[in-house]
Every structure is written in C-alpha cells, then in structure tokens.
C-alpha cells in the first residue's frame, strides 16, 4: 500500500509499475480518500448539480442506486450509444468524450461495460464510474475498459482543485512507436485530490530511446494530489 502525500516540491514525480521496453500492468484499489465528498469537492462552482433525493453522495453508486439516475450524471454505452443523444439514462452516448462535454453541471459520468477507443482528459471536478451492465445499468462489476488506438495517456487529470473519483475502469495506452516513444497509461498533474477504487492501469511496450531510457509506465503524478491512497 502506497500512500500519496502533499508533497512541497511542486516538481516531483512519481513513475508507478515502469519498464523499459516491456508490458506492464498495475492494480488500484483504493478503498480511502476524503471520506465523504461530494464529487466536485469543496471548490466546485456553485452551479454543480447537487444530489437527488435518497442518493447518498459518500457511497459508491454501487451501493447507491438512487444516484445512478440521468439528473445526477451522464450515461456512457460504447455499443448502443450515440454522441447526439442527451446522455441520459435511456438515451446514452456513445463516448466518455462526449459525455464530458453535456454534463451541464452534472459532477458524474456513468460507463457501462465494454472497450472505449478513446483518450481520456479531465479538466474540471468531475467522476467517472464504470461496472455497470448495459442498458440495465445494474452495477456489475464489469470494468470500462479506455483502450485508444492511437498514441497518448489514456487518462489524463490536470488542474483539477476539486475532488475526482474514477471507479470499475481499465486504462490501456497503445505500445510506444518511434514517433512516440513512451506508453502511459494515466497521467495526474496539478490537481488536489484524485481517488482510484477498482482501477487497472496497464502501460504497453515502450520504444526504445536513443538513451533507451523507461519508456512505459502505469501512472504518472506530478504536483502530487493532496489527498488519496493507491493499492496494488
């Protein structure tokens, strides 16, 4: 178990389950950080939606069905979706990029199973939760699994000052070629507070650089979140 802490050096990095050259894969469970945040967090603009009634916002949507609804966030099926739907829950889209641009202030976005070819950024305050099935949304522990063909961080969290949780999610970058060497799989920078809870972060074969330096890696973190706990 590592444990994340505010760190004064602003510049530090922290490189998780790194090769050079090699596969590698890496496991989050995380099961303790900011217990009882909303998500958004405390510095979330005041037109974030605030949670139905009878959704208990601490717990996790598997445990709260009542916030697994389309007035509290956006719903992702990479098979039966479509990005010029709304997003709700009986009209999803197709991708977690869309999904991302209707929140309308909503804080979460809800991934039912299956592989998405896509990168993902987050910018602002905002949750993503997977294991769900699809079109039931009934949680199933089946992991959203973010694979993009091409090269890039499959996940990508920068500036972000309000709290963040990703859950039941895979990330998978392409394997490192000789226009882009490494294969990161997340990338966290300047944001406060990040929380991992059921996470696979599995970096593919790096290039080889001309110092053949590390050139894949499961999580990078610079300006380390001031709050969270990986385990794995």
């Not at 799989?185 to 053949?212: H, I, N, Q, Y």
């Amino acid at each position: 178990m590592q444990t994340l802490k505010p760190l004064a050096l602003v510049a530090a990095t922290v490189t998780l389950a790194a090769a050079c050259g090699t596969e590698t894969s890496g496991t989050c469970e995380e099961t303790s950080s900011c217990p009882g945040a909303l998500d958004g967090g405390a510095d979330a603009p005041g037109d974030v939606v605030g949670p139905p009634p009878g959704c208990d916002a601490s717990l996790e949507p598997k445990d709260a069905p009542k916030c697994v609804v389309s007035e509290y966030g956006v719903f992702v099926d990479g098979t039966g979706g479509s990005d010029v739907n709304a997003g709700t829950k009986d009209s999803p889209v197709k991708s977690i990029g869309a999904a991302l641009g209707k929140l309308g202030g909503k804080p979460r976005v809800y991934v039912c199973e299956g592989t998405y070819a896509e990168h993902v950024k987050l910018t602002s305050a905002v949750s993503l939760y997977g294991g769900f099935a699809c079109g039931a949304w009934s949680y199933s522990g089946a992991k959203a699994r973010v694979a993009p063909s091409d090269a890039g961080y499959a996940l990508e969290i920068v500036g972000v000052s309000g709290a963040v949780t990703i859950s039941d999610a895979a990330f998978v970058p392409a394997a490192g070629t000789a226009g882009s060497l490494s294969s990161v799989s997340g990338f966290v920078s300047g944001s406060t507070s990040v929380t991992l809870r059921r996470v696979e972060l599995e970096a593919k074969a790096g290039a080889k650089g001309k110092d053949e330096a590390k050139a894949a890696a499961g999580l990078l973190m610079t300006s380390m979140p001031t709050a969270g706990t990986l385990d794995g």
